[in-house]
Every structure is written in structure tokens, then in C-alpha cells.
């Protein structure tokens, strides 16, 4: 029985993500999504509402349980008792960080292992900071991102004063 986890920071979940968990989960026996509390990082929701953005996405998928984590990635992968850890590449930039985080976590555990599955055509160029981007401007990012997130991403950026209802404004700057 081979078990995976699929640690990110998933803010929010985006298609890209999706594909990427469900590809997984076809692959090995279990997958166990983990959330990343991360706290260096300026990040638009709380470590619950993408946990449980997270769990809701996922939830039609049998052999994924999702989780919240804290601290090393590989601690986590032994506390479930995976061996393997997923992650997705997409274009050549991603490459360089996942080598480097897939040789330290090596080091730190040799037990676990590395596997990067390709990104999907269509999704090659997402990631949850476009989706971000994107809506904060008032575009549309109803395809790139599942329906749960979509109201709840909404609300996130018009709280923050973003979503101008996809009007461009002229910023005129003085000396
Ligand atoms: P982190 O901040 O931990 O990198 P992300 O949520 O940005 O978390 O991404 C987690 C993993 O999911 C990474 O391996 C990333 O390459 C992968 N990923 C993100 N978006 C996509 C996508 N559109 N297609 C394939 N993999 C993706």
C-alpha cells in the first residue's frame, strides 16, 4: 500500500491544484492533502477557511483525506506514514525550487521520496497568486478556480477594496 501526501499552501485551491490531487489520487492507494499553515507568508485566507475550502473541493474524492500541518513536510509525511510527496511542475521556473525542496526533504528523511507529476496543458500557467491577481482587478477567474472557492475568493478581495468590476482606472501620478 503505497500512501502520498500533497503538501501546499492552497490559497486558495485552484483547478490547477484539482488536477493535480486527482491525478495523484489515481495513482497511489492514498493521498493525504496537507495544508500548510505557513506563516511567513502574506496570505489572502486563514490557515481554517483553506483547510475547509480545501476538504469541500476534494471531498468527492474517496481515497483523499485533507489535512492542516504545521512545521516540516516530511515530519508530516512520517506522522502519516507516507512515503511519497507530490507536487506539481509546471513551466521551467518551478523546476529549479522543487529540486531544491525534493534534495532537502531528502535529506532530512531518506524514507520519503519526491514524485512531480506534469501540469496539465490547460493549467500550465495557473497558480493561486494569477488567480489572486486576476480578481483583485475585477477579472474573471470562474474557470480557474473550483465553484466553492469562488464566492468566498469574491468576498476575500472586495473586503480588501479590489474587484473594480473589471474597469480600468487611470492612476495619474505628479512629480
Ligand atoms: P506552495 O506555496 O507550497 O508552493 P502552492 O499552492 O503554490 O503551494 O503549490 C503547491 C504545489 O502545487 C506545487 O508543487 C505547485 O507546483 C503545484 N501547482 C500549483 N498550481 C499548479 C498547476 N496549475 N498545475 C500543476 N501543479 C500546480
Known sequence: MIRAIYPATFDPI???HVDIATRAAGLFDELIVGVYDRP???LLFSPEERYQMTRDVLAGIP????????GLTVEFARQQNATVIVRGLRAVSDFEWELQLALTNRNLNPDVDTVCLMASQ??????SSVVKEVAFAGGDVSDMVPEIVLKP??????ALGGDGGGKVRTISVRD
Not at 475568493?153 to 472586495?158: G, Q, S, Y
Open 14 to 16: 485552484t483547478m490547477g
Open 153 to 158: 475568493l469574491l468576498e476575500k478581495i472586495r
Open 40 to 42: 511567513l507568508k502574506n
Open 122 to 127: 490547460k493549467y500550465l500557467f495557473l497558480s
Open 63 to 70: 481515497n483523499v483525506r485533507v489535512e492542516r500541518y504545521a
